[in-house]
Structure formats: C-alpha cells, structure tokens
C-alpha cells in the first residue's frame, strides 16, 4: 500500500513537468507553422500587388495575415510567459544548490578545524598502537581510514556542487538570452501586425472608391457563376440517368446515382472521410466560403456553390479522393473545368490552365489533374473547387481535413 502511494505522489510530481513539455514542444509547432502561413500569405500578396490594382483579393490575404499574426503574437507571449516560469524554477534550483554548498563547506570546514585540533600523524599511529589486541588496533585502522575517506568524499560533494552550480547559472543566463530574443521577436511581430492593419485600412478605402466597379465585377462573376453551376447540374442529371440504365446498380432516387457495388463501396469510403479529405490543393488560403455572404463594400449579396482556394502561381490541382474523370470542359470565367465522380459524390475543378487528365481517367487521391490559371490582371491565382452528393450540393470546408 505504502509504495502504491509513494508511486501516485511521484506521478504527481511528474504530471506538472510532462505537461510543461508537451505545451513547450506544441507552441514551437504551432508557431513554425504560423511562420511558414504568414510567409506564404507574403509571397501571395507580393504577386497581386504586382498588378498594381487594389482587389478584394488583397483584403482577403490581409485579413488571413493579421489573423495568424494575432495568433504568432499571442504564441509569443504564451513562450514568454512559459520562460519566465523556467527563470523562477531554476533560480530556485539555484538558491537550494547555493545553501546546499555553503552547507557542505561548513560541515567540511567543522571537521577540518576539529582534526586539526584533535589529530596529527602521530596521535592517529598512537591511537592505533593503544589498542588491548590486534583485532581492536584493526577496526581503529579501518575507522580512520574511513574518516579519511569521508573527508574526501565531502571535498568531492564540494566540488561537483560547485560545478553544478555553475551550469545551473551559464543555463538561467542562456534562458534569459532567449528570453529577450522572443521580447524582439514579440515587439516585430506587433509593429508588422500594425502595418498589416494599416495596409488593409488603406486598400479598404481605396476599394470603396472604386464601388461601382466593383459591383459590375461582382455582378459579372455571379453571372459566370451561374452558368458554371447549370452545367454542373445538367451533368450531374445526365450521369444520374445513364447510370440507372446500367445493369447490376441498386436502383435510387432522383436526387443520387444508381450504383454497382463497387461504386457503393467507393461511396461508403467517401463518406467515412468527412473531416479527413486532403485539400485540392498543397497549399493555399480560402479566399471566400461555402454558401451565402454580405460584401460590406458593394451591400451586395454574394452566393458560393463552393470554395475559392487563393495560392500561388506555380501551384496544380489535385484530386481530393480516389475516382473517375467524368466530364472536362471551358467555360467562361472559370477555364478549364474537371469533374471527378467518386461513386454517388462528385468533386469539381475549376480556373485551370493546363489539364492533365481526361474523360474516362481514372484518378488517384492526391494525383495532379491540373495546373491552377493566375489571372494576369489581379494577378491572383485561385482554385475553385466544388463537391455534390448527387444533384445536393455540399459545404466542402466540411469535408477537407484541418
């Protein structure tokens, strides 16, 4: 029972110490990783600056930066706030080792003064040589052989105190050094998050200049977009139709597809990575959302079959899930477009320049299906990319991994 316990306090002991670990090990995580978001978000807004035209594609790459500024700074201070509670540990460790020293030099200062005082060459020889027998001048021998050991052990305990002292101070004055290099860090991040906001204060302006044009953009788009969206559907309805004439397919509803059992199994598979699906894409900011949004600069009601992905110029599509290309065609506005069935889901791929696939394919998860269209006069590069279950549209954020 007794070492049953002695094994829970020691847990507890460790518990604070595991913890204090993992949460240093899983900032650094998460702040390499805002890094690597906030340089990207740079190199996307370098390239549409190059246009030299303000776009609402610029406010979107800033609001994205800000956001994982806010999230590097409050990182920051999260990694300084752990400093300061490593600085209070070991300058505690520090002042236990300091008296733990002087203690020890004391003893051994004690016991030096006291076999001065007591003790020489010849009172040790005539202390053995006193003995009533050679069995007791024997045991004398060996306990003064045993003080003399002790004496050295005590000035080896001195000195390796003494050296562990030191690496405790040289270790407290390496933490205070990264201490103040994160304060550095914290105080650039702040003055690039204030720039960050002022930049997007100044484009936000200068956007609300250009309202009108601004709105038959919009306009034009949705117009594109709508379009986009009849062809999506007038495929869908016609894949659905071909598929019920198939033999060995289990027969449902208007809505879905028909299936053979290998298609349901692929479906199935589909389904069970909600959640989990790759992105179209290796890496790239989603620059408007699934479903319906209010633009504050144009009172404009906006609607979204999917999600437009914004990455940079060098970047390929890429299929989010095993699958056959069912349909690739051009249209207005969006390039070149792929449709991927995966059983009863269907992905779609739109704004591509160069196609690598063809109807009929079969595709892999992840396989490279295109290269991602930069338009030359925002100079944004963006991917937009849809998924259906049968003739129901769906929120794709829902279904790709975080």
Not at 156 to 173: C, F, G, H, M
Not at 251 to 268: H, I, R, V, Y
Request: hydrophobic share 35%.
């Amino acid at each position: 029972m007794k070492k049953e316990i002695l094994s829970i306090f020691v847990l507890l002991l460790l518990i604070p110490l595991c913890l204090s670990a993992q949460d240093k090990s899983a900032l650094e995580r998460n702040k390499k990783q805002l890094e690597a978001e906030i340089a990207f978000n740079k190199k996307l807004l370098k390239e549409s600056e190059k246009s030299q035209k303000s776009s609402a594609t610029q406010i979107v790459i800033l609001k994205n930066n800000i956001d994982k500024r806010e999230k590097l700074v409050n990182n920051l201070h999260y990694e300084i706030q752990n400093i300061d509670r490593s600085i209070q540990q070991k300058n505690g460790a520090i002042e236990k080792s300091q008296q733990e020293l002087t203690a020890l030099k004391d003893d051994y200062a004690k016991m030096i003064r006291f076999a001065r005082k007591n003790q020489s060459a010849y009172t040790s020889l005539a202390y053995v040589f006193a003995a009533d027998d050679f069995n007791q001048a024997f045991r004398r021998m060996k306990y003064l052989q045993q003080i003399s050991q002790f004496r050295r052990n005590q000035a080896e305990k001195i000195v390796n105190s003494q050296e562990n002292l030191k690496k405790q101070v040289a270790d407290l004055e390496s933490t205070k050094q990264k201490k103040q290099q994160k304060i550095e860090q914290l105080e650039l991040e702040q003055q690039q998050l204030a720039a960050d906001k002022t930049k997007m204060d100044a484009t936000l302006a200068k956007l609300r200049k250009e309202g009108d044009n601004l709105k038959k953009e919009i306009k034009k788009k949705q117009q594109e977009a709508a379009n986009l969206q009849k062809e999506i559907e007038r495929i869908i309805a016609e894949e659905i139709r071909k598929a019920a004439e198939k033999k060995d397919t289990k027969k449902t509803g208007k809505q879905q597809f028909a299936l053979t059992p290998a298609e349901q199994a692929l479906s199935n598979d589909f389904t069970a990575n909600k959640g989990k699906l790759p992105w179209p894409l290796e890496r790239g900011i989603i620059s408007q959302g699934f479903g319906k949004r209010h633009n504050p600069l144009t009172n404009i009601e906006e609607n979204n079959n999917g999600i437009d992905l914004l990455t940079d110029k060098t970047s390929e599509a890429q299929a989010v899930f095993s699958g056959v290309v069912t349909k690739v065609w051009q249209i207005r506005g969006f390039n070149n477009v792929v449709m991927i069935r995966h059983g009863e889901y269907i992905t779609v791929y739109s704004k591509l320049d160069a196609v690598y696939v063809k109807q009929g394919d079969t595709v892999k998860i992840k396989q490279k299906i295109g290269k991602i269209h930069t338009d030359v006069s925002t100079g944004q590069t963006e991917l937009h990319f849809e998924l259906w279950r049968g003739k129901v549209m769906q929120n794709p954020e829902t279904w790709l991994a975080r």
